[in-house]
């Protein structure tokens, strides 16, 4: 019995390859017309996906901008961290305290538009010490104005000893 089944299905699988190697013949008509009177239409025009393009990258220039702001607002909060840590805990050791952050010139990409609207992918330095500096130079502004305003007062009471005393002498007299 297995060698009937066995040879049934050679004969079926030799019946089946040989349908294959049958060439399917199809009559083709040679009266169809030659020209074309509908067209795909194009979903978008083309102008619109240069200025969707245009969109996107201009879009991509202010990302990166954004980011850049956002890193450059993490490095300087790195730095007031390591400050405050540094005045907060005066029982760390001092070689350590000194040393718990060193600071080089760091930037961060910068992404600017020339006239001819074309880009420049370019690196802006961040200023670590901008707001010692701004702290240091309203220091000197307050202590300037407070040297002025006292001695705008010392002149003042010395005018106004200077009066009683010449008005004493007078009525002395």
Same mark, same amino acid.
């Given at each position: ?7 049934? #299905? ?124 701004? #702290? ?38």
């Amino acid at each position: 019995m297995p060698y009937k089944l066995g040879s049934l #299905a050679r004969g079926t699988m030799k019946k089946i390859s040989d349908n294959y190697k049958n060439l399917i013949s199809l009559e083709i008509s040679l009266l169809q017309p030659a020209t074309l009177t509908t067209a795909i239409v194009p979903l978008q025009p083309q102008e619109e996906k240069i200025i969707s393009g245009w969109e996107r990258l201009v879009a991509q220039t202010e990302r990166i901008n954004q980011m850049a702001k956002e890193l450059e607002g993490a490095i300087l909060e790195l730095k007031t961290m390591a400050s405050t840590l540094k005045t907060q805990h005066p029982s760390m050791k001092e070689q350590l305290c000194n040393n718990i952050c060193q600071y080089f010139v760091v930037g961060v990409p910068c992404v600017k538009q020339k006239p001819d609207d074309s880009f420049i992918l370019t690196m802006r330095k961040v200023d670590l010490f901008r707001a010692e500096r701004e #702290a240091g130079l309203l220091a000197h502004q307050l202590r300037q104005q407070t040297k002025k305003r006292l001695a705008s007062q010392q002149h003042r009471k010395n005018k106004v000893g200077l009066r009683l005393t010449q008005g004493a002498d007078s009525k002395g007299r």
